[in-house]
């Protein structure tokens, strides 16, 4: 009888545990759900991973800012089709702008820029200026290597980024429509 119990009891604490498994929140395989970033767009969901290992005070800054429902209804302001989809002014909407912390000091990498790849935007030629704005590669671009941090890669939701509407500006752009980290999803 009291193995029965036993067993009952670490049956529930499998079943009662407080972080889902990430299948259970729809994120890919093998995804942190600390470290993803679930983004729900008008087009569809985008499941970003986030690179700690290689930017992390860019992946703290990304998921500081989702928590902060900063980057809710904010546009797909310059999405060039072949090369990238840009977003993340939730302060002006057009790319002007940023948050209220501080930009970021360049945390490069040798990960190549390439399809799927997540990259921080800055401000003209300042290294270290990245603020809130990310962006999406449609293809390879090599040019970039060692010029831009790679902040995550896609996992998911390739086939939603290809299908944002394209401009520079944009009229009447597509958003994101909320931005969360995995493990905040209920």
């Known amino acids: ?17 407080p972080v889902a498994p990430a299948a259970a929140q729809g994120l890919p395989a093998g995804a942190d759900p600390q470290n993803s970033l679930v983004i729900d767009t008008t087009q569809g969901r985008i499941v970003v991973k ?9 992946a703290a800054r990304l998921k500081q800012l989702a928590r902060d429902k900063f ?13 990238m989809a840009q977003t993340g002014d939730g302060q002006n909407g057009n790319g002007t702008g940023g948050s209220k912390y501080p930009d970021l000091k360049a945390e490069f990498s040798q990960v190549p ?6 990259g921080m935007a800055r401000k003209g030629n ?9 962006f ?10 060692g ?10 939701g390739m086939d939603v980024v290809d299908k944002i509407k394209k401009g520079e500006p944009v009229q009447d ?7 969360r980290v995995a493990a905040d999803v209920k």
């Open 136 to 145: 999406i590669m449609y293809a390879d671009g090599s040019f970039l290597n």
């Open 147 to 156: 010029q831009y941090t790679v902040i995550g890669e896609v996992l998911s």
């Open 71 to 83: 980057y809710d209804n904010v546009p797909f302001h310059r999405v060039i089709a072949g090369f």
């Open 126 to 134: 300042s290294n270290d200026s990245a603020n809130s704005q990310f």
């Open 1 to 17: 009888m009291l193995r029965l119990i036993a067993v009952c009891s670490l049956l529930a604490g499998f079943t009662l545990s």
């Open 113 to 118: 820029f390439k399809r799927g790849i997540v």
């Open 50 to 58: 986030l690179r700690n290992d290689i930017a992390p005070q860019h």
């Open 173 to 179: 752009p597509d958003r994101m429509v909320t931005v």
